[in-house]
């Protein structure tokens, strides 16, 4: 489903990386284009999307059209004007065409929603195995364990859990975008279910040296956002 109300927001085109909604990103902007850009969303407080631009041909990368968007905190800003920023996404956004190429991209599009009909039955046991199979392989792979397992057992709301899940351990950035773009959640919390079943039986760590960041509205529905 699509809200029809345009937007137009900055994009952030990146050859390995994928912003879900409900998930921390963080990144070190150097580069002149994109000092500018970040410097336009802190002045316009905008949102801004990050989209997997993959190496097609040579030096010649693609955004895709479907992104997550998210709220920018600074955190840490150097003398030369470098940033280390943090995006928590809140969004998909469909985006139709550019407005703006150089010096960076800007986008045209509108907030893609998730359909979330299910039966409750349906939500409430994907929400069970994938909540029971996440505080598994935490015990299983972490010596302190006590804090995200609790975390997780607080966790109510199946969507930003998938995406948690889309983020941290799929490895392929075609199957994470395929995921993004996936408009039943039904089908995706099947996928990152089979995910993580597949990693029980071939007893794959999964992502154990990754720094996972765990939002504050993973944990319960209607929480603002964690970066305000």
């Known amino acids: 489903m699509v809200k029809e109300r ?53 030096n010649k990368f693609f955004p895709h059209m479907i992104c997550g968007a998210g709220h920018v905190r600074i955190l840490q800003k150097f003398e030369n004007g470098e940033k280390d920023i943090l995006i928590f996404g809140k969004q998909r956004i469909k985006f139709n065409r550019y407005i703006q190429e150089v010096p960076y991209l800007i986008g045209e599009g509108q907030i893609l929603e998730i359909n979330k009909d299910m039966p409750a039955e349906t939500e409430a046991q994907l929400l069970r195995d994938i909540r029971d199979m996440l505080i598994n392989w935490i015990f299983t792979n972490f010596d302190d364990s006590a804090r995200p397992i609790q975390f997780f057992k607080n966790v109510v709301d199946l969507e930003p859990l998938c995406n948690f899940v889309a983020y941290y351990f799929v490895n392929d950035f075609e199957k994470k975008q395929k995921l993004l773009e996936e408009e039943i959640l039904e089908n995706k919390a099947q996928a990152v279910w089979q995910v993580l079943k597949d990693m029980e039986l071939s007893g794959s760590p999964g992502p154990r040296d990754a720094p996972l ?13 964690p970066l305000n």
């Not at 998930?23 to 002149?32: G, K, L, R, Y």
């Not at 960041?213 to 956002?225: C, E, L, N, R, V």
């Open 6 to 58: 345009l937007i137009q927001i900055p994009i952030f085109p990146l050859p390995s990386s994928i912003l879900y909604p409900g998930i921390f990103v963080p990144f070190h902007i150097f580069e002149e284009r994109y000092k500018l850009m970040i410097q336009k969303v802190e002045d316009t407080k905008s949102l801004l999307a990050v989209s997997y631009a993959p190496e097609l041909q040579p």
């Open 213 to 225: 960041i765990f939002p504050k509205s993973i944990q319960k529905k209607g929480d603002d956002d």
